[in-house]
């Protein structure tokens, strides 16, 4: 038994609980950060790199997708200037 207790939120809502000798959790569930979901409302937590919940987090992938494409097309545009 170890002198902390991980703070792990597991998927079904309970806190992982394990025993260990790090204050960052136990080896399982140390690297995986566990925020609130950013939407209004939400209670899931998640480690996703938008900070949102799989099922609030499809909007940002859209808005993130649209970003990208637009900046390949400003930088293709760019190129065939200059030619």
Do not use: W
């Not at 170890?2 to 703070?7: Q, S, V």
């Not at 309970?14 to 000798?21: F, I, K, T």
């Not at 690297?31 to 099922?55: H, L, M, N, W």
């Amino acid at each position: 038994m170890g002198f902390y207790r991980c703070p792990y939120i597991l998927r079904s809502g309970e806190v992982c609980n394990r025993g260990c000798y790090h204050p960052d959790g136990c080896c399982v569930h140390r690297d995986s950060p566990q925020i609130p979901c950013k939407e209004y409302g939400c209670v899931k937590f998640t480690s996703s790199k938008y900070g949102a919940c799989r099922t609030h987090a499809g909007k940002y992938r859209s808005q993130d997708h649209y970003r990208r494409k637009k900046l390949e097309k400003m930088a293709q545009n760019g190129s065939e200037d200059e030619n």
